[in-house]
């Protein structure tokens, strides 16, 4: 089930015109689930699930290792440029958002939003702003606000990217950081630096939000307006790539998405959900041939989120602390 459908991952906005998005929502959708009322599908479902449960048994089994855990150990080192590299790539998002005349993804362009040349600046002041580390807390202040206007705008939709959201929250509660201009002049001016108290709920903030805004877009996309999903899977001909119907394909796509974000959000096999999650990730930017820059923050995201350490509620740091303590 991971093998088959993983190259599915793509967010259908992005390669469907604005016709055909319309066309699909309006259209009745198909229950995803009629796909298993087929014999062979239902066979070939139940064989990707335990092929998916051995992986995360050997999955495991390897994480407990002395390897695995060496290796852990040692990349625990680069927990300290993990924040700086969210920050920057989340300025940098937002850059690319000016740039491109659109909040977050072009499916928003800022002509839909209220004060569209004034949108335009204000992403570009937070996105330099953030990509240097100055003022950060106050600039992660305003995104949170910007989100919060989108959403009252596009509704329930902004739940899509939500990460943003999350970055803004994770750049508020730890603001100073490594290698940012702010840290800088602290240093300048002598000022003792204090730990923000709220600085532990940082990485746990981003990272929720990043799993759960991955769950919303498989759940709003493969399961609630499958035919876009499936007009993606008749247009690229994958069919010819898995000899599965069509509607078989979008419900793996639409599950592996849901597991992928969830492990996320659990903090669970972080860094091998990671390496999955870009591998796949980077196929379907190749082979659908997408925008790349709406896409940059999720890759950053995972990096960091490998990089660091696993964060207080993620149950790989509950594990691992289990295991010192026998």
Known sequence: MLINWAPTFAHEVYVL?????SQDQQAHSPNIWQALSSFHNLRIFILGGLLTLAIFALAIFLKS???AQKLGKFIDKATVFAPDIIRVAFGVSL???AFHHALFGPELPLNNFPAPRIAGAILYVLGIGLVLGIFSRWLAAASIVLYVVAFTVKGWYMLTYINYLGEALAVYLFPRQNFSLDKLIAKLRHVKERSPRDEKYSMPVARLLFGFSIIYAAINVKFVTANLSLDVVNRYHLTHYFPFDPLFIVLGAGLVEILIGLLYMLGLLQRFNTVFFLIFLTASLMFFKEDVWPHYLL????????LHKPDTWAIDNRVSSSKKQI
């Open 65 to 67: 290792t002395k390897p």
């Open 17 to 21: 015109s604005p016709k055909q998005i």
């Open 95 to 97: 850059l690319l958002s």
């Open 299 to 306: 890759i950053a995201l995972a990096v960091g989120i490998f």
